[in-house]
C-alpha cells in the first residue's frame, strides 16, 4: 500500500479536509484550556489580598511602587493581589459597593475628614453604607475589626504554634504540620506527599514571617509612629482605624485633599475588612503590609 505523503496528497487533504482539521485543533485547543482550568490552583478569598483606597483619595508618586511591592511581599498563601482606587462619585460608589457585596477588599485606607458641615467625610459615608460595627449586628456582610482586638487576635495566632512567640527561633514543626493538614485539605498545589512536605515548610516560614513583621508593628504602636484612630459615629466612637500619619513618607503612595486644597496626609488611616471567615487566612498577612509601610516610608 503506498502511503506516502505527497505534496499532491497533501493539497487534497488541505482542499477537503480543511474544514474539520481546524475544528479538531479549536477543540483540542479548548479541551486543554478546560484540563488547566479544572487543575490548576484557585484562590479562595483568604488567599486573595485586595488593597483599596477610598474617598478621592490621590495616589502619590510612586504609588505604583505599591501595586508592584503586593505582588511579591506576602507569604506562598496570598495567590493574587490587588490594589483600587474607588472615587468618591457615584460611579465609584457603584463599584464599591459591587466589590463589597462579594466581599472583595482585605484592607482600605480613607481619610477620616470633613470637607465642610454640609459634606460628609468619606468615613462617615463609610458608616452610612452600614461598613462600621455599631454594636447591634454582628451579621453584616462588610465589618472592620477593632484593632486592639485584632491585635490581640494576632499575638494568640502565633501563641498556637511558639512556646514562646516573641523570643522562640523557630515553630513547633508538629502544630505547624497540623496546621497546614487542616487549611490545605482542598488547596489542589499540595497533593503528593512530597508537595505536603514542601507545603510545611513554606507554612513555617509564613508564620516566621508573620511573628517578625508583627514585632515591627507592635513596636511602631509602642513608639507612636501607627497609633489607633477612634472611627466616631452618632452612636459611638469604635476603634477600627490604623492612623498612617506617623509614617512619614506615607504621601508618596496617597493623600487626601481638604477645605483648604493640597496633598495632605494627617488624617489617613487604614482599616481592615472582617470578612468572617473569608478573613481567617489573609488577615494575619496585614502585618507584613504595615512592616513594609514601616520599612519603605517610615
Not at 454594636?135 to 486592639?148: M, S
Not at 503528593?192 to 513555617?204: C, I, N, P, R
Not at 504602636?221 to 500619619?245: A, C, M, S
Amino acid at each position: 500500500m503506498d502511503a506516502r505523503i505527497t505534496k499532491h496528497r497533501l493539497g487534497n487533504l488541505l482542499s477537503y479536509d480543511w474544514l474539520k482539521i481546524l475544528a479538531t485543533v479549536a477543540a483540542a485547543i479548548f479541551g486543554l484550556s478546560a484540563f488547566f482550568t479544572m487543575v490548576r490552583a484557585r484562590p479562595s478569598n483568604g488567599q486573595v489580598f485586595d488593597f483599596q483606597t477610598y474617598g478621592g483619595l490621590t495616589e502619590g508618586e510612586y504609588n505604583y511602587r505599591l501595586t508592584d511591592a503586593l505582588e511579591s511581599m506576602f507569604s506562598y498563601d496570598i495567590l493574587q493581589t490587588s490594589n483600587e482606587n474607588f472615587k468618591s462619585d457615584s460611579n465609584g460608589m457603584q463599584v464599591f459597593t459591587a466589590r463589597r457585596a462579594v466581599k472583595t477588599g482585605t484592607v482600605i485606607v480613607a481619610a477620616d475628614y470633613s470637607a465642610s458641615e454640609e459634606t460628609p467625610s468619606p468615613f462617615a459615608s463609610l458608616c452610612e453604607m452600614g461598613l462600621v460595627d455599631e454594636g447591634t449586628d454582628r451579621e453584616r456582610q462588610a465589618l472592620f475589626f477593632d484593632v486592639n482586638a485584632y491585635l490581640s487576635d494576632t499575638q494568640k495566632y502565633l501563641s498556637r504554634f511558639f512556646s514562646d512567640w516573641e523570643h522562640g527561633e523557630a515553630p513547633d514543626k508538629d502544630k505547624v504540620q497540623a496546621y497546614f493538614s487542616e487549611v490545605s485539605k482542598k488547596d489542589k498545589r499540595f497533593r503528593s506527599a512530597e508537595d505536603k512536605e514542601k507545603g510545611v515548610e513554606l507554612e513555617e516560614k509564613r508564620i516566621l514571617k508573620i511573628r517578625d513583621d508583627y514585632l515591627k508593628v507592635r513596636t511602631a504602636f509602642e513608639n507612636n509612629v501607627l497609633t489607633i484612630r477612634n472611627f466616631k459615629t452618632e452612636q459611638g466612637e469604635y476603634p477600627v482605624g490604623i492612623d498612617l500619619h506617623g509614617i512619614g513618607q506615607i504621601g508618596e503612595l496617597f493623600t487626601y485633599q481638604d477645605s483648604e486644597g493640597g496633598g495632605k496626609t494627617d488624617a489617613l488611616s487604614l482599616l481592615i475588612y472582617d470578612n468572617g471567615e473569608d478573613s481567617v487566612r489573609n488577615k494575619y498577612e496585614v502585618v507584613t503590609l504595615l512592616a513594609y509601610l514601616l520599612e519603605h516610608y517610615n
